[in-house]
């Protein structure tokens, strides 16, 4: 599943999948949903935080879709707030 991609200028590009469209997209394009090892489910903007993550594009389609089809929650294996997704629909790009 991971691939190595460059920019460039030879800088290493992370690719990670949209769970709403499953494309693989670099990791600037998406934005992290992580729950953490004690269960908490957060945004990750920095990509920093331990814990199982799931990927969605920055896009008002992909997060509504994830939310209609349960794809981060099946992709972190946890129940995600709908406070979470409004602040989501914040980060459309
Ligand atoms: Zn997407």
Known sequence: MKHRVYD???KRICI????SC????PKSELIRIVKS????VAIDEKSALAGRGAYV???RECI???RKNRGIERGI???????????????EA
Do not use: T, W
């Open 16 to 19: 990670r999948m949209c769970v």
């Open 8 to 10: 460039s200028s030879g």
């Open 64 to 66: 509504e879709k994830s």
């Open 77 to 91: 294996k946890a129940q995600v707030p709908k406070e979470i997704y409004e602040v989501l629909l914040n980060f």
């Open 57 to 59: 594009c920055k896009s």
């Open 37 to 40: 090892p004690d269960g908490v």
């Open 22 to 25: 499953r494309e693989n997209k």
